[in-house]
């Protein structure tokens, strides 16, 4: 079995059982409007696996519930980076 084959049957899992969505929106609602975070930032806020958080902001990114931010240094790691906000039609 491939990894991309492992990670998928991985995430069509925590799909079915409702935690994708959960935890999606535990992300939104920890999100202040007009205030943009990095992923680590929202892991670190959370609780929520980095890797996990990864996965779920690009989700709400595809759908429009987020937007890129311009580059700005982590406040945790002091990388650049690109955050996430909320978007302006989810205020």
Same mark, same amino acid.
């Given at each position: 079995?491939?990894?991309?084959?492992?990670?998928?049957?991985?995430?069509?899992?925590?799909?079915?059982?409702?935690? #994708?969505?959960? +935890?999606?929106?535990?992300?939104?609602?920890?999100?202040?409007?007009?205030?943009?975070?990095?992923?680590?930032?929202?892991?670190?806020?959370?609780?929520?696996?980095?890797?996990?958080?990864?996965?779920?902001?690009?989700?709400?990114? +595809? /759908?429009?519930?987020?937007?890129?931010?311009? +580059?700005? *240094?982590?406040? /945790?790691?002091?990388?650049?980076?690109? *955050? #996430?906000?909320?978007?302006?039609?989810?205020?």
């Amino acid at each position: 079995m491939s990894v991309a084959y492992t990670s998928i049957m991985a995430y069509e899992e925590h799909k079915d059982s409702g935690k #994708v969505g959960l +935890q999606a929106m535990l992300i939104f609602n920890t999100m202040e409007s007009g205030k943009d975070y990095s992923r680590r930032e929202l892991s670190e806020l959370t609780g929520i696996e980095l890797s996990s958080i990864c996965g779920r902001v690009n989700e709400m990114i +595809q /759908i429009g519930m987020l937007l890129e931010s311009d +580059q700005r *240094p982590c406040k /945790i790691t002091h990388k650049k980076i690109k *955050p #996430v906000k909320k978007a302006d039609n989810e205020r």
